[in-house]
Nanobody, 121 residues
Framework: QVQLVESGGGLVQPGGSLRLSCAASGSIFSINAMGWYRQAPGKERELVAAITSGGSTNYADSVKGRFTISRDNAKNTVYLQMNSLKPEDTAVYYC???????????????WGQGTQVTVSS
């Protein structure tokens, strides 16, 4: 069975940093793209950052210059380094895997359970 497990969320003061990790498991052969989305209370889920297997990245304008996405293809893990955090970054952050090919089958779109990030003094 394929799973995405996030870690690294928590409470941080404005201007601080956090690093999120998401490990995909389940006899995985390949993953096309991995990314991070977030959903704040009362708002729709939005893309934060994404990265392809080849290393191409895409960022939301609101996080450019502050957040960095990276991945370790050998470990099927994606990371999100978040610096200069702002209160408006507060949200539940979800890991996403697009085009996941595993022994169990092909999964076009897989999600983690989410991890809370709270930026507050």
């Amino acid at each position: 069975q394929v799973q995405l497990v996030e870690s690294g969320g928590g409470l941080v003061q404005p201007g601080g940093s956090l690093r999120l990790s998401c490990a995909a498991s389940g006899s995985i052969f390949s993953i096309n793209a991995m990314g991070w989305y977030r959903q704040a209370p009362g708002k729709e889920r939005e893309l934060v950052a994404a990265i392809t297997s080849g290393g191409s990245t895409n960022y939301a304008d609101s996080v450019k210059g502050r957040f960095t996405i990276s991945r370790d293809n050998a470990k099927n893990t994606v990371y999100l380094q978040m610096n200069s955090l702002k209160p408006e970054d507060t949200a539940v952050y979800y890991c996403n895997a697009e085009g996941l090919n595993s022994w169990y089958g092909f999964y076009p779109d897989s999600w983690g359970q989410g991890t809370q990030v709270t930026v507050s003094s």
